[in-house]
């Protein structure tokens, strides 16, 4: 069983930057699309991110495209979400998710993620 563990979270203020990190329990996660979700407070969950399995690709949705950035490190035990420019709106829980078998694409669900993180808080505010 894959167990997910984000950190990285933090208060920042506005237009600064984070880097979030989501790591396997000791496992690569090569032979994993990684994803990010959010969650704001009241709000669904959305999509944020999904980097498809060997680097096959990354896909970036809703607003902040352009500022976040997905990767993997070379060890492929972890994968980062660089966000930079932060807005108060990128206030969230976000979650870093798993699924194996599973492409990346222009549409993203969290329907097909079998593992989750417990999440980590980002406060954007002066």
């Known amino acids: 069983q894959l167990q997910l563990v984000e950190s990285g979270g933090g208060l920042v203020q506005p237009g600064g930057s984070l880097r979030l990190s989501c790591t396997g329990s000791?496992?690569?996660?090569?032979?994993?699309?990684i994803t990010w979700f959010r969650q704001a407070p009241g709000k669904e969950r959305e999509g944020v991110s999904c980097i498809s399995p060997s680097d096959g690709g990354t896909y970036y949705y809703g607003s902040i495209k352009g500022r976040f950035t997905s990767s993997r490190d070379k060890t492929k035990k972890t994968v980062f979400l660089q966000m930079n420019s932060l807005r108060p709106e990128d206030t969230a829980v976000y979650f870093c998710?798993?699924?194996?078998?599973?492409?990346?694409?222009?549409?993203?669900?969290?329907?097909?993620?079998?593992?989750w993180g417990k999440g980590t808080l980002v406060t954007v505010s002066s």
């Open positions: 998710a798993a699924a194996s078998n599973y492409y990346c694409s222009n549409y993203l669900s969290d329907y097909h993620m079998s593992y």
């Open positions: 000791g496992v690569a996660l090569d032979d994993y699309a």
